[in-house]
């Protein structure tokens, strides 16, 4: 639909939504849309995943944070474009959800991702720096904890809450100095914090 470019359409074709949604949902799962995982959760839509990643510019060999591992769908595809020398660490608040991410993503030969339970609302200091961070949870406000856990280059996308909706920013750490551009408004569940 034009939202992913090349590399995140070759990552998204690897992985199989219908792996990562409940069974009774099975029949929706190339639908574009949002879909409920339980514990008031949902998978975000593909479409809202492909441009996020496109504007992440997620590359090979890349160490990755993600926080709200949901369903494990977009952990998947980070796997994917990261590769086997890269590493993605997912961090989910949810027992339930982390258990029900690591059965589906054992459907998958993934070796370079790393599950944790706990909040990502300050990103994830055992694993930093990162190269790349992406919230699938809205923040109230920017997660500057987890923007100091950037490399020199790195970027971090989050959807940040404004009131009747939310936007996306994208922030970039250029030689440590740091840019904020302001993306799309989205909807996501919010970030406990
Ligand atoms: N990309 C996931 C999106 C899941 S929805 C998917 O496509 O399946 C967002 C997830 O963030 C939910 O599973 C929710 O439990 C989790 N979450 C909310 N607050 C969190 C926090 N502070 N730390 C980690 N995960 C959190």
């Given at each position: 639909?034009?939202?992913?470019?090349?590399?995140?359409?070759?990552?998204?074709?690897?992985v199989?939504?219908?792996?990562?949604?409940?069974?009774?949902?099975?029949?929706?799962?190339?639908?574009?849309?949002?879909?409920?995982?339980?514990?008031?959760?949902?998978?975000?839509?593909?479409?809202?995943?492909?441009?996020?990643?496109?504007?992440?510019?997620?590359?090979?060999?890349?160490?990755?944070?993600?926080?709200?591992?949901?369903?494990g769908?977009q952990?998947?595809?980070?796997?994917?474009?990261?590769?086997?020398?890269?590493?993605?660490?997912?961090?989910?608040?949810?027992?339930?959800?982390?258990?029900?991410?690591?059965?589906?993503?054992?459907?998958?030969?993934?070796?370079?991702?790393?599950?944790?339970?706990?909040?990502?609302?300050?990103?994830?200091?055992?694993?930093?720096?990162?190269?790349?961070?992406?919230?699938?949870?809205?923040?109230?406000?920017?997660?500057?904890?987890?923007?100091?856990?950037?490399?020199?280059?790195?970027?971090?996308?989050?959807?940040?809450?404004?009131?009747?909706?939310?936007?996306?920013?994208?922030v970039?750490?250029?030689?440590?100095?740091?840019?904020?551009?302001?993306?799309?408004?989205?909807?996501?569940?919010?970030?406990?914090?």
């Amino acid at each position: 639909m034009g939202y992913a470019d090349k590399r995140v359409a070759d990552a998204m074709r690897k992985v199989d939504r219908k792996d990562f949604v409940p069974d009774e949902l099975r029949s929706l799962a190339y639908v574009d849309t949002p879909l409920v995982i339980g514990h008031e959760q949902t998978t975000s839509a593909p479409s809202i995943i492909a441009s996020m990643l496109r504007s992440l510019e997620v590359g090979k060999g890349m160490n990755v944070l993600e926080v709200g591992t949901g369903s494990g769908y977009q952990t998947a595809i980070l796997s994917e474009l990261v590769g086997g020398k890269g590493s993605v660490t997912s961090i989910e608040i949810v027992p339930e959800l982390v258990r029900f991410a690591r059965a589906n993503l054992a459907k998958y030969k993934l070796t370079n991702i790393s599950l944790v339970q706990g909040s990502g609302a300050g990103g994830y200091a055992k694993g930093a720096p990162f190269d790349r961070i992406i919230y699938s949870a809205a923040a109230t406000r920017m997660p500057q904890k987890a923007v100091g856990q950037l490399n020199e280059s790195g970027k971090l996308i989050v959807p940040v809450d404004e009131g009747l909706w939310q936007r996306l920013y994208l922030v970039e750490s250029k030689g440590g100095r740091i840019e904020i551009k302001a993306l799309e408004a989205v909807v996501f569940v919010p970030l406990k914090e």
